[in-house]
């Protein structure tokens, strides 16, 4: 979604820019035509990023001293990077299709140990609601709305908090540190 990846760069850039520090390199998986990698690259001049999407997508796209566009399907192989980026992937598949994409990245980066990084950008939604008057906010009804989209779409859900952190909990090892921010 090329639409909001200006927006969300800004943003993932200037509050959560510590996470980028010491890598190397990155994939954007899923990265369309590099919007969030080109904002990366700028921002952080020092980190190689490869754009990994389908090879129609990125056919003729050209690249830079630091970036590069990569044709592959992320349920095979993603290229070795320090760190592997998602943003709004995994809210359009299953949890066995979440799974089979977590294990290909988890073989295309170093251990935690040595500084290898998984880092998703997706929504996970508060499913114990507060009170009346925040059931009836704008924010559920736009997380509603998103629900009804995904379902409807690509038979892919949003996760519920519970739910959500649960299944990444169920996803982690033991070498591996969870944040759900």
Do not use: Y
Not at 18 to 37: C, K, N, P, Y
Not at 152 to 172: W, Y
Request: proline fraction near 3%; hydrophobic fraction near 45%.
């Amino acid at each position: 979604m090329a639409s909001d990846a200006r927006l969300a760069a800004c943003v993932i850039v200037r509050d959560c820019g510590h996470i980028f520090q010491g890598l190397r390199s990155m994939v954007d998986v899923a990265g369309g035509t590099g919007t969030m990698a080109k904002a990366f690259v700028d921002a952080f001049p020092e980190l190689e990023c490869s754009v990994l999407d389908l090879p129609h997508v990125v056919e003729g796209l050209e690249g830079s001293q630091n970036l590069r566009f990569v044709g592959g399907d992320m349920f095979e192989s993603i290229p070795r990077a320090d760190a592997v980026f998602m943003k709004w992937i995994m809210h359009d598949w299953s949890d066995e299709d979440c799974v089979k994409i977590l294990k290909t990245c988890k073989e295309a980066i170093p251990s935690r140990d040595e500084g290898g990084k998984v880092i998703v950008i997706d929504i996970v939604v508060d499913d114990e609601v507060e009170n009346e008057k925040q059931n009836k906010s704008l924010a559920m009804e736009n997380q509603l709305f998103w629900d009804i989209e995904m379902m409807v779409m690509t038979g892919g859900k949003r996760e519920p908090r519970k739910n959500g952190r649960s299944f990444f909990v169920r996803l982690a090892s033991r070498a591996t540190r969870l944040r759900v921010c």
